[in-house]
């Protein structure tokens, strides 16, 4: 079994709780943040052993293998 280590971003959206992988683009959402998690984390392991399957993992494996994370706000604004 190969682990991955990933990124989950969740924020609010109305009254349901968006869920995103940034390193794959995988979304999913839940009525609180921790179904939104575990929402994207089912989205995300079907992703990757079909990814797998279609032999298209190579490219992404330095992203996916790295144990290392660091996220940081970046507030951007926009004339």
Known sequence: MTRYHL????????KRYVSKCP????A???TTP????AALEEAVELYLSNAEKMGLLEDLKPALSSENRYTAPINIAVA
């Not at 990124?7 to 109305?14: P, R």
């Not at 390193?23 to 995988?26: K, T």
């Not at 921790?34 to 998690?37: G, N, R, V």
Request: no cysteine; aromatic share 10%.
């Open 7 to 14: 990124t989950a971003a969740i924020w609010k959206e109305g």
């Open 23 to 26: 390193e794959l683009g995988v």
């Open 28 to 30: 999913s959402f839940g």
């Open 34 to 37: 921790e179904k939104a998690q």
